[in-house]
């Protein structure tokens, strides 16, 4: 009966029907059972506190969570426990915490590994590949990604479906550039059951997918996943995340201010507002570059990114800032924290950019940087570490690595 119950949830929440997936789930947790040894109600619970995070009700799910925790069926039950860990790497993610969500997500995939519940490793991975993203880190990215096609090959449980459609268009905005990832952006606006999963899973999603399209001219496609979000939004009435998705969108389509403005407000997610701030300042910089108010938005964005671990997001912002003539604060961090004595931080992170092979030019779109920066970079690592190649600077890398103490990639984003 649980089982049944949660089927229905699933197939309700995917549909775009997010009460009635909460209804199911929440019936779910009432069923009592005596015949499997299985903690039925403990299992729907931590459902239940899921999709309280996929709509960015973090602090109820965090209760469940807390309450499941303090359960003696818990201590007795490992795959529960599992999967009570990954679920708590999601909260934690939703609030901005992305250093924490990797962390907490790793020990919950080695917890569900021991445990053999494999059904939720989908839920690590997109986390750990969205983690890895942010952070700058894209072939981890790429890695935790192909792990959620072998975890669909092998029949698990896809529980972030829509999450996994925005990790791959993401990686590839990354790994090909915005003209390949807008071709598949445009497949997933295009389709009613795409642009449902992905708002019931990961609202911001949305917006994201929007302005890629308009910065590709396909303004119809942008228009397409417009309509059908506010849709959505108007048949989820209860669900504030939701329409503050669909009204960012919206504002990117009608370069409105004030609906931006709105969406900033209403976004409950961090990263989803911090990404409504920066869309204010672009949209106020076509008309003014120099225009202060556009300045002060791109600069609140740079920071918010910074603060939650986002570095990525943040050096693209820095770069725009840098565009319209801004001088962003050079005190503040942006790279991985040197690991190695005598290396800058900008040096430390082009240096581990190219000892796992990249090129100068795609270290230069990762950082966000021209290809002269870095190659000006590499001359200068090239003279500290006391090698004449890249091949001998990955072979010296590796040396270094295993020397490091604390090499957590980043300030923010444990490896």
Not at 64 to 93: C, F, G, M, N, Q
Not at 129 to 145: N, P, Q, V
Request: glycine fraction near 8%.
């Amino acid at each position: 009966m649980t089982a049944q119950m949660l089927a229905q949830a699933r197939a309700s929440w995917r549909s775009g029907d997010l009460g009635l997936g909460l209804s199911y789930t929440e019936a779910a947790t009432l069923t009592t059972c005596d015949r499997c040894g299985e903690p039925c109600a403990l299992h729907a619970r931590l459902q239940q506190a899921l999709l309280y995070t996929l709509i960015r009700r973090t602090g109820a799910a965090q209760q469940i969570i807390d309450e499941v925790r303090a359960s003696p069926a818990l201590v007795e039950h490992r795959k529960s426990a599992a999967i009570a860990t990954l679920v708590e790497a999601k909260i934690k993610l939703a609030n901005g915490d992305i250093a924490g969500a990797a962390s907490q997500s790793k020990i919950g995939m080695q917890l569900a590994n021991e445990a053999h519940q494999t059904t939720w490793t989908p839920l690590g991975n997109a986390i750990l590949a969205t983690t890895a993203l942010r952070c700058g880190e894209l072939l981890k990215s790429i890695h935790h990604a192909n792990q959620l096609k072998e975890d669909a090959v092998f029949g698990r449980e896809i529980v972030p479906t829509g999450q996994a459609m925005w990790i791959v268009i993401q990686i590839a905005e990354a790994e090909k550039g915005p003209e390949q990832a807008a071709s598949l952006a445009g497949k997933v606006l295009e389709s009613e059951a795409a642009v449902c999963s992905l708002l019931a899973d990961e609202p911001a999603a949305i917006p994201w997918l929007v302005r890629l399209l308009i910065g590709q001219g396909q303004t119809d496609l942008a228009g397409c996943g417009v309509q059908l979000s506010e849709r959505v939004a108007t048949e989820n009435p209860d669900i504030p995340e939701l329409r503050a998705a669909a009204a960012h969108a919206a504002g990117l389509l009608a370069r409105d201010v004030e609906k931006l403005r709105l969406a900033a407000e209403a976004h409950t997610d961090p990263w989803a507002r911090a990404l409504a701030i920066e869309d204010i300042g672009l949209v106020l910089a076509e008309d003014d570059e120099g225009n202060p108010e556009a300045v002060r938005n791109l600069d609140l964005a740079m920071r918010s990114f910074a603060e939650m671990g986002s570095l990525r997001d943040s050096l693209r912002v820095r770069s725009k800032l840098r565009g319209i003539k801004s001088n962003p604060d050079p005190q503040a961090r942006f790279w991985p924290s040197s690991g190695v004595r005598g290396l800058t931080d900008t040096e430390y992170a082009v240096a581990r950019l190219v000892s796992i092979g990249l090129t100068n030019g795609q270290a230069a779109a990762q950082m966000f940087l021209s290809r002269h920066t870095v190659a000006f970079h590499l001359r200068k690592i090239f003279q500290k570490i006391g090698v004449k190649s890249r091949l001998e600077l990955a072979v010296m890398w590796n040396e270094l690595a295993d020397g490091m103490h604390g090499d957590s990639g980043s300030p923010s984003c444990p490896s």
